[in-house]
């Protein structure tokens, strides 16, 4: 789940200005006759130019020359940046599976135990911030698996190939000039600031720009660290919730049941009621329970449709979605939280069946993928990019949708092979 993009973000730069692209087409254009050179050659020589270009931005924002110049070292557009762009967990992967691979019974495991082992520092950081505690544990194990996997692509090199050209130009050059202004200020050195393809850094993944406005120096040793400093980056998250009205002791949302007759045109984040208002509706939360707060303002999320479970959120699940504006994201954040906390799993199956397979069979499955030669890392239970493109390559081999969840289905059929 590294290479969540913060949506949120996106989404208000999605529209490229159709000056900038009709530059670079023109730029394209003019290079392609004027410059008798190989195709590499010529990508590098508009890069270069591409950053002598930006400097004049980037020293109206008060960026040194010395700073502009040690941050580019060396610097080339990545081509894997642009890939991993076109592919876009969120946006493949229907909820059912986006659901089982992101809450895992290891990482609700491993969440329960960093409960423990940092209460302390959590007990701290809720009472400053008033932000729940599950909910940071769950958007770190969410955003780097607590952690381990923080991304190690140089941000400057990442956010200046998508400021240079692709879908998001303008989204990668206000990136970074955010990052830029992150090593002005000495937070931290080019060397040590890593993140994701998409330019998230640090152990919760903020893009520059979050962590120009909502980072802060928990630890008090004149840094925002967000990358080594645990402390710093928890609570940095807890700041941004809080910024984005997180209510302390309340709930994301709740499950609920529709009644028989519903019109599910009303499942829309736009269409907002009172819980008591929905409940005139018919609608109900799951076990018997009851709604604390009927005055609370909600909105019906289903998303796998009618068939799935379904689910009344509330203004915590729009903070995270501040965080990242993918349901999805908000669900699988809230869902990990509560799980984490010691409650059930949801009480509706999904209509497509999926389930996640368990850590022994996501181990095993590893290790048959291992043993037919993809080189997928570790053997670790873990999910990731490497292990699902090589489920997607066999599913492919086998004749099944290649859609790189790992299914008990195919971990059965590679039994059989082995
Ligand atoms: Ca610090």
């Given at each position: 789940m590294t290479e969540q993009v913060h949506h949120a973000t996106r989404r208000r730069h999605r529209s490229v200005s159709v000056l900038i692209l009709l530059g670079l087409i023109a730029a394209c254009l003019i290079g392609a006759t004027a410059t008798p050179m190989g195709p590499a050659q010529a990508a590098d020589a508009k890069f270069k130019k591409f950053v002598d270009g930006f400097w004049p931005r980037a020293r109206k924002a008060g960026i040194s020359r010395k700073t502009y110049v040690r941050a580019f070292e060396g610097v080339e557009p990545d081509p894997e940046v642009w890939k991993k762009d076109a592919h876009q967990p969120e946006f493949v992967m229907p909820a059912s599976q986006y659901i089982a691979l992101a809450v895992s019974d290891t990482r609700i495991e491993t969440g329960a135990k960093k409960l423990v082992e940092l209460k302390e520092l959590l007990d701290a950081i809720e009472k400053r911030y008033s932000v729940d505690r599950h909910v940071l544990i769950a958007i770190w194990g969410m955003e780097t698996n607590y952690g381990t996997f923080?991304?190690?692509?140089?941000v400057i090199r990442a956010l200046a190939t998508l400021a240079y050209k692709g879908r998001r130009t303008k989204f990668g050059r206000r990136q970074l000039i955010a990052a830029l202004r992150i090593l002005e200020r000495g937070d931290t050195t080019p060397e040590r600031m890593t993140g994701s393809w998409a330019g998230a850094m640090g152990h919760t993944q903020f893009i520059p720009t979050t962590y120009l406005g909502n980072a802060v120096d928990y630890d008090g040793d004149g840094k925002r660290d967000i990358w080594d400093t645990l402390p710093d980056a928890l609570a940095s998250t807890a700041n941004y919730l809080k910024r984005s009205k997180w209510q302390m002791g309340q709930t994301w949302g709740y499950e609920v049941v529709l009644p028989?007759?519903?019109?599910?045109?009303?499942?829309?984040?736009r269409t907002v009621k009172t819980i008591g208002q929905w409940r005139k509706l018919g609608i109900k939360r799951v076990r018997d329970k009851e709604f604390p707060r009927t005055g609370d303002r909600a909105s019906l999320v289903l998303p796998a449709g009618s068939k799935g479970p379904a689910f009344l959120i509330v203004q915590n699940f729009r903070s995270i979605m501040r965080y990242n504006a993918a349901t999805k994201y908000a669900l699988a954040v809230g869902y990990l939280s509560d799980r984490i906390r010691g409650y059930p799993a949801f009480a509706r199956e999904w209509p497509d069946g999926v389930r996640p397979l368990d850590s022994d069979q996501r181990r095993e499955l590893q290790k048959l993928l291992l043993a037919r030669g993809f080189a997928i890392g570790d053997i670790d239970g873990v999910i990731g990019s490497k292990t699902r493109e090589a489920v997607s390559t066999v599913q492919k081999e086998k004749g099944l949708?290649?859609?790189g969840f790992p299914s008990l289905k195919l971990l059965q059929a590679m039994r059989k092979d082995s």
């Open positions: 923080p991304g190690d692509k140089y028989k007759r519903f019109n599910t045109r009303q499942a829309s984040l949708k290649a859609d």
